[in-house]
């Protein structure tokens, strides 16, 4: 099983500014790794996939980087409605999917 | 569009199963793998298993071998996660998400609230 680490486990940042989120694997994933974000009381929605590229609809000041085992998530200047939880999840040992337990986005 | 509509919120006691369905919508149900997540209260997200609408063949995590059976039914593009002889630890939500083969998941349910309760 890939176990998937995410830090930190809580972030907090004030509106406009640019924050980082990091994402570890235990062993290489390729790029075949996606960020979701989840807001309280909805689904999970597809951010980044294949570790960079930017689902349908996404703001570009989402961008996501890494290959190999270390993943990172930028936010370039944080608008209120992102502030959520995000989660890494790798799809390379497929069918074995994981999920990272998540970095909480929260307003400073 | 693509939806994936399911079943409404369950209570049942311990040593009751639940059966969870997942109605698909908007594309053709047998082009894409859907998977099952669920959420405990307060915790993450937790992969639960992928299953092939074209075969039926299913792949579990393996926490869930045993307790966990996904079955589909291509006649209504809907497939279902039934939780056997559930426990406390089974309260949760359990979404439906649809991806390719080796691919993300793209579009998910609204995710049905499963509580487990004497």
């Known amino acids: 099983e890939i176990v998937m680490t995410q830090s930190p486990a809580t972030l907090s940042v004030s509106p406009g500014e640019r924050t980082t989120l990091s994402c570890r694997a235990s062993?290489?994933?390729?790029?075949?790794l996606a960020w979701y974000q989840q807001k309280p009381g909805q689904a999970p929605r597809l951010l980044i996939y294949?570790?960079?590229t930017r689902a349908t609809g996404v703001p570009a000041r989402f961008s996501g980087s890494g290959s190999g085992t270390e993943f990172t998530l930028t936010i370039s200047s944080l608008q209120s409605e992102d502030f959520a939880v995000y989660y890494c999840?790798?799809?390379?040992?497929?069918?074995?999917?994981?999920f990272g337990q998540g970095t909480k986005l929260e307003i400073k | 569009q693509v939806q994936l509509v399911q079943s409404g919120a369950e209570v049942k006691k311990p040593g009751a199963s639940v059966k969870v369905s997942c109605k698909a919508s908007?594309?053709?149900?047998?082009?894409?793998?859907m998977h099952w997540v669920r959420q405990a209260p307060g915790q993450g997200l937790e992969w639960m298993g992928i299953?092939?609408?074209?075969?039926?063949?299913?792949t579990y995590a393996q926490k869930f071998q045993g307790r966990v059976t996904m079955t589909r039914d291509t006649s209504t593009s809907t497939v279902y996660m039934e939780v056997s002889s559930p426990r406390s630890e089974d309260t949760a939500v359990y979404f439906c998400a649809t991806g390719g083969p080796k691919s993300y998941m793209d579009v998910w349910g609204k995710g049905t609230t499963v509580t487990v309760s004497s």
């Open positions: 294949g570790a960079s």
């Open positions: 299953i092939n609408p074209t075969s039926g063949s299913i």
């Open positions: 062993q290489s994933v390729s790029s075949s």
């Open positions: 908007g594309y053709t149900f047998t082009n894409y793998y």
């Open positions: 999840q790798q799809y390379n040992n497929w069918p074995q999917y994981s």
